[in-house]
């Protein structure tokens, strides 16, 4: 880096910290670009928090055949408008002080009857004088430009409005892309991450390569290889030109970025397949790393492997937060990675260097045949995990010695061990797999963290629920050229349908950034409703052993929101809850509950309109559509 660039640099690290969301809005999914989620206003604070009342409720509007149930959305909110993604690829602008549409965006075209959430997770935001744009990265393939006054296409962006995202991503055929996560804005150009089709049953697959276009007329500035091709760094961590045919690898959940350093930061995904890397062999760069990018060339800064060839599917989750925070007398402006294996890797976002040593630990090996697993896996020295890690039978349910028996019992069907344990075949050993804890639904997930950007104390939900990873034979039906492939339940069954480790199955844990310490860890809630229910448990405290729901967090300069989050799919169906707490940051204690329609699907966010303070979320449940609610105060 030469001197210039370094006084640039310096200058813009002491002239802009991160302060979270500014003049009351909310402009990127995250509140401001490095995800904080964190409001500076307090108009609502502790004396008060009881008192918020609803002030308007906004059904979620769709074109497609089904309406949506699990409402994954943070709006946006600018001017007084509110801008969410709703329905089939649709965009809407709401005001923000009634809840009344504005205008709602219908691409033409589009695919009716989408699984639930196809709506996606929300939409960004550019301006420029007086153009101002919502662009959505939809989960059919396009990126849209739409006028943010009018709800209409920007005729002059890309073709009519649209950049079909399928084009300029790989010289091989590309059946499908998308994605449920928004693009997001760093100056002029969109940074836009896409998923390809999934593989599994096939060795090939389609890359996930991150492009940046130009704000104003969709052209595409530069595109990152997140699957090294012929040539560049990284390629030879691909053994056996494995980096020809393997796919994925690309970014599914949210970005980061620092506006004034012009960086923009990917949480990457595993490689194909998500279990059995016996065709893609060595540590497979850029999977499962966090990738600090120059959004203006595209230009790789720094890289850090969080998992090395990875065979857990443990994706990098969630937008990565920016934090600055002073370290034995040093300041630091980072970057904090939360992690599905219930880790935060915390990074200077500018050079990339561990703010605290990070250990390559020996991990247990894989006896797949063709499966080449890597020795070592990072492990941080701090902070400590915020989950519990591998699985033993001190980790099984214990309420009572009858259930605990049969969790034994039950588990001893499985391979058990450490973090990193790998998948093992069905049947081997007369064993139904390999259990792991956390699963690939985390830990962490893609609600991610939040930060008190004054403290430097980051607050992370999470999930404490094991998998099943069994691989086998694929079937001999001539569709699959894969050694391996999962197969059988992904939830393991606990005792009396009970799930198979002890509680809390939710929890928030704070951690002091500038010490790497844990500050405290709460229960997120009480029980799922079928352990509250279950007769076997009638006579015993049931309230405070957390919520298996995704749940996401909004911090105020006086307090932290969390809801119970919505349900997780398969074994978790049933997790989440329709409360919304009111914390005290400090010590973790509730101050306030507000009972919901319906669970939290969305992360919480704030802001301020016509001198009163916002929360709104969305929200929705098993036979309640998908809407956004808002309170406030009286």
Known sequence: MNLIRCALICFSISAFAQTGT???????????????????????????????????????????????????????MVDGVLFTSTGASEVAAIDAGTGK?????????????????????????????????VFHNAIDGRLFAIDAATGKLCEDFGDAGVVHLKNELS???????????????????????????????????????????????????????????????????????????????????????????????????????????????????FAESLVC?????????WHYQTIHHGLWDYDLPAAPVLCDITVDGRDINAVAQVTKQGYCFVFDRVTGEPVWPIDEVPVPQSM?????????QPRPSKPAPFEPQGISEDNLFDLTPELHREAKEIAAQYEMGPLFTPPSILGVNDKQGTLALPGYGGGANWPGASLDVEEGVIYIPSVTVPIVMAVDRPPDTGRSNVDYMRVGPIYPTGPDGLPLVKPPWG???AIDLNTGEHLWMVPNGAAPKKVREHPALKDIDTSNMGQNGRAGALVTKTLLFVGEGGGLRGGGKGGGGPILRAYNKETGAVIAEHTLPGGTTGVPMSFMHEGKQYICVAIGAEGLEAELIALSLP
């Open 22 to 76: 500014r003049d009351g809005e909310w402009r990127f999914n995250g509140g401001d670009g490095g995800s904080t989620k964190y409001v500076p206003f307090s108009q609502i604070n502790v004396l008060n928090v009881s008192d918020l009342e609803v002030a308007w409720r906004w059904k979620a509007v769709t074109s497609g055949e089904y309406p949506d149930y699990n409402y994954e959305v943070t709006p946006l």
């Open 101 to 133: 549409t504005k205008w709602v965006f219908t691409p033409e075209n589009h695919v009716n009857g989408r699984r639930p959430g196809s709506s996606g997770r929300g939409v960004a935001y550019w301006e420029s004088g007086a153009h101002k744009r």
């Open 171 to 285: 010289d091989r055929p590309v059946p499908r892309v998308g994605s449920s996560s928004p693009a997001i804005v760093v100056g002029d150009v969109v940074v836009v991450q896409v998923v390809a089709s999934i593989g599994g049953s096939t060795k090939e697959a389609i890359p996930g390569h991150i492009r940046g276009y130009d704000a104003r007329t969709g052209e595409r500035l530069w595109i990152f290889h997140t699957v090294p091709q012929a040539g560049e760094a990284g390629v030879e961590t691909w053994e056996n030109d494995s980096w020809r045919y393997t796919g994925n690898a690309g970014v599914w959940t949210l970005l980061s970025a620092d506006q004034e350093l012009g960086y923009v930061y990917l949480p990457l995904e595993t490689a194909t397949n998500d279990w059995y890397g016996g065709h893609r062999v060595g540590d497979n760069l």
């Open 293 to 301: 990018l120059d959004a203006k060339t595209g230009e790789r800064v």
């Open 368 to 376: 797949v045949p063709g499966e080449f697993s890597s020795p070592t």
């Open 507 to 509: 929890r928030i844990t």
